[in-house]
């Protein structure tokens, strides 16, 4: 496990310099960190694909996180996450999402509806608890018809999302 709470400046400054690296970087590993927030800077990756931000200490991902359009693979898990934003579908090249071993107590029914989403996992959370679903399809047919839990509603309404 590494100790890292924040990017380091240096890091950041390089950023900035570079314009071909914000680019050009497609494949990010800051998991078995301390980040207890998804440090700001990443949000400059616009063409990132692979995020792995497991085993840190996040309590939640930041809207923000929608952003990075390009990503195919997000990996959370490991973390204390009690909540995902709301609006996941807009991440329309997503392939992969492991938010496990977290403490969701619910997925928001935007999951449900990701196309390109192949292959979610899910298991050690509260809301697993009692779900056995051996195909993605139909985990994501029972999301979609779930009503939205009133942690999401704000978030619902500011989507145009009906409240079920």
């Known amino acids: ?3 890292l709470t924040s990017v380091p ?5 390089d950023m900035g310099k570079s314009p071909l690296f914000i680019e050009h970087l497609s494949h990010l590993n800051l998991g078995k960190n301390r980040f207890n927030t998804v440090p700001d800077c990443l949000f400059m990756l616009i063409n990132l694909q692979t995020l792995n931000l497991s085993n840190n200490d996040l309590a939640s991902l930041p809207d923000k996180l929608l952003d990075l359009y390009r990503l195919v693979t997000l990996d959370v898990h490991g973390n204390s996450l009690i909540r995902i934003p709301f609006a996941m579908q807009r991440l329309h090249a997503l392939e992969y999402l492991d938010v ?7 997925l928001p029914n935007s999951v449900g509806k990701m196309r390109g989403l192949r292959m979610l996992e899910y298991e050690g959370n509260p809301f697993a608890e009692h779900l056995n679903y051996d195909r993605v399809e139909d985990f994501f047919r029972y999301l979609r018809h779930q009503r939205i839990p009133p942690m999401y509603r ?11």
């Open 154 to 164: 704000d978030e619902a309404t500011k989507y145009n999302v009906e409240k079920a």
């Open 9 to 13: 400046q240096v890091i950041i400054d």
């Open 100 to 106: 496990s071993d977290n403490s969701l107590q619910h």
């Open 1 to 3: 496990r590494n100790k």
